[in-house]
């Protein structure tokens, strides 16, 4: 009873116990022990039955000169095999997860142990026919086959015995992946459950077996083979399909309701990475439906060796990441600047113990203090800047427009100012697809720190250039953190409304752009990267509620807010009289920038800062007049 009890917990903690384990030693010098026995006892077996097998299992036909012979080399035998296998590391060799190398290696070993037999008889002079060694070779090596792959064999033979009680698993994907799954879920102690099917879109594979596994259908058989085979859930093993391949896999898989895992990509098969280990859960970014942008950051962060370089902001999602990509590239000096302490200490602490000979320096101040910026240049004379310092949530700065022009607007020009001033090689400011055809506040700050860089540019030997993409996939305040924090609260999920879309791009992808634009730059462009399809919230928002094992709207509500002030339903990348320009990677394209009076800008600049400390409530129509795009929401 006390043993059925403990299985029975075990099942409910889902750590299933292999059979074999189960009777096996724990300790391995007992193991080894235990083996070393079973090999003595090959041994013996293998040179009496030698020789029955010699004269046709006739016992009677053996002649007793033979017998005295066999028995007075035994001992001999089978310490010298005791000792060839030791040598061998026959019993250091992981056998539960044994292959056709481990085979040959037995062969090996057995050869070895056979060759010192015969010369050791021969020496001693024990007489037996010839053929016996050939024989007695064979039946050893088929007797430490079977001892060395029993723990294989029983599961091959015994699948659902040997393996794990667990999860039902369906894998999809029935090629060289999903075979290493499979070996996997059979022999390793760690893994739990299953798999009881494949589907594979490769006619050719259906209808076939993969050890012993029925390759049942194709993708769009899941449904039906998960209720028919009781499926808990899928694994993707198809590191080679495309993003698109992926995400129609997995909007078929979510629909069964089963657990989903997934292979990251191809570089892991290549790297022999497969395993159940390197399986994760499905993320949002699979369900983008483009593959992701990669960028040679080798090739192009050449301009950054030697330099001295700041990054403001540096403690946030964009500026931290920076950080880490400019200390990873031999950057003489790297200059963290940032308003908020506890960001620019965590990014301290990381870059310090991962590059400790990297002269860092941390600096805390904001953008917006003239003398506080000025003296951070004069004292390091910064080669490169990368300004991401800004305030950036939409909703908030609405309600503090005089800040968002304090911040972003002032801020950029301070900076810029000081770079031009002190002779900064390259200036590249962090916009946002916002900055087109503004409706809120936010994107007209950024669209005028544009205008900032490009009117610099004119007349400064300084590179300012801009870099403008969409939402950030996992930055601070981005909806996906939002809407895993209340599906964590048991919902509702909340949309602005069901028709706003956003383009989404990954905090990597964002930051390859800003430094592929450093690298690109020769001044007064508009860097925009061609994000793929714009994705729908509500849509986004429904596939992580299903991802987190959910049903919308039955187990988590999804609730429509309303857009808020300054909102739109869509966010565009390019105005509509910028041109696009390829740059040499085709996913990066230049935006022609747009003609403005440069000199009449800055007189506006001026009566804007006046205004904009004065804290106002009209400030919207003075930056109306300064950016004719901008289209302010309505009482």
């Not at 965590?346 to 910026?373: A, C, F, M």
């Not at 409304?497 to 508009?526: C, N, W």
């Amino acid at each position: 009873m006390a043993y059925m009890k403990k299985n029975e917990e075990n099942a409910v903690r889902g750590n299933s116990v292999n059979l074999m384990e189960k009777y096996l030693p724990k300790n391995k010098r007992v193991r080894m022990i235990v083996l070393m026995f079973a090999d003595a006892c090959v041994v013996m077996l293998a040179s009496f039955l030698g020789l029955l097998i010699r004269f046709d299992l006739d016992i009677e036909k053996i002649e007793g000169r033979y017998l005295e012979a066999i028995c007075g080399y035994l001992p001999f035998y089978i310490a010298a095999t005791l000792i060839i296998f030791l040598l061998m590391r026959m019993y250091a060799t992981m056998w539960s997860v044994a292959g056709i190398r481990e085979v040959i290696y037995i062969l090996w070993a057995c050869g070895l142990a056979s060759l010192v037999q015969v010369t050791g008889m021969t020496f001693l002079v024990y007489k037996v026919p010839r053929s016996y060694f050939l024989l007695s070779f064979a039946v050893l090596y088929a007797g430490e086959v079977f001892v060395r792959l029993s723990y294989r064999i029983f599961m091959t033979v015994f699948p659902g015995r040997a393996g794990n009680e667990g999860k039902r698993i369906l894998v999809a994907g029935a090629g060289s992946s999903g075979a290493v799954i499979l070996k996997e879920m059979t022999t390793s102690r760690l893994a739990d459950g299953n798999v009881v099917c494949f589907v594979d879109d490769d006619k050719n594979k259906a209808g076939k077996y993969l050890g012993g596994i029925p390759i049942a259908g194709n993708r769009n058989d899941i449904p039906a083979l998960v209720k028919k085979y009781h499926v808990d859930e899928i694994y993707i093993a198809m590191p080679a399909a495309s993003a698109m391949q992926r995400k129609e896999i997995i909007e078929i898989c979510r629909e069964t309701g089963c657990g989903i895992k997934t292979l990251p990509g191809i570089y892991q098969l290549l790297n022999g990475e497969v395993s159940v280990a390197r399986l994760r859960e499905v993320q949002i970014e699979d369900l983008l439906g483009r593959d992701p942008i990669r960028v040679d950051l080798d090739e192009i962060m050449g301009y950054v060796g030697g330099k001295t370089v700041m990054v403001t902001g540096g403690g946030g999602s964009i500026g931290s990441e920076l950080c880490r990509q400019v200390a990873s590239h031999g950057a003489r000096q790297l200059i963290i600047f940032d308003v908020y302490e506890n960001n620019a200490y965590d990014i301290q602490l990381e870059l310090r113990e991962k590059y400790p000979d990297l002269d860092l320096v941390v600096l805390i101040g904001s953008v917006r203090n003239t003398h506080r910026i000025e003296s951070v240049f004069e004292k390091y004379r910064p080669d490169i800047v990368y300004h991401a310092a800004a305030h950036k949530h939409v909703p908030l700065m609405e309600d503090s427009p005089n800040e968002a022009i304090k911040n972003n607007v002032f801020g950029t020009y301070k900076t810029a100012r000081a770079a031009d001033k002190y002779g900064t090689e390259r200036f590249v400011l962090i916009s946002t697809d916002k900055a087109v055809n503004p409706t809120n506040i936010m994107g007209a700050s950024k669209r005028m720190c544009e205008m900032v860089v490009q009117m610099m540019n004119a007349r400064s030997r300084t590179d300012f250039v801009a870099v403008r993409f969409g939402n950030v996939l996992g930055s601070n305040g981005s909806v996906i953190p939002l809407f895993k924090r209340q599906i964590e609260q048991g919902g509702p999920v909340t949309v602005t409304h069901p028709d706003i879309i956003r383009y989404f791009m990954t905090i990597p992808e964002a930051v390859s752009l800003v430094l592929q634009a450093g690298a690109y730059a020769k001044g007064g462009e508009i860097f925009i990267l061609d994000m793929g399809e714009p994705v729908k919230i509500l849509d986004l928002a429904k596939n992580l509620i299903r991802l987190s094992g959910y049903k919308p709207d039955e187990d988590i509500k999804i609730e429509f807010t309303g857009l808020r002030p300054g909102e739109k339903l869509y966010e565009e990348l390019l105005m509509g009289e910028e041109g696009m320009q390829d740059t040499p990677n085709k996913l990066i394209h230049i935006g022609k920038p747009i003609e403005f009076d440069k000199d009449r800008f800055e007189e506006q600049l001026a009566s804007l800062y006046e205004k904009a400390n004065q804290d106002p409530e009209d400030i919207r129509e003075e930056v109306k007049r300064i950016v004719p795009t901008y289209q302010p929401p309505r009482n």
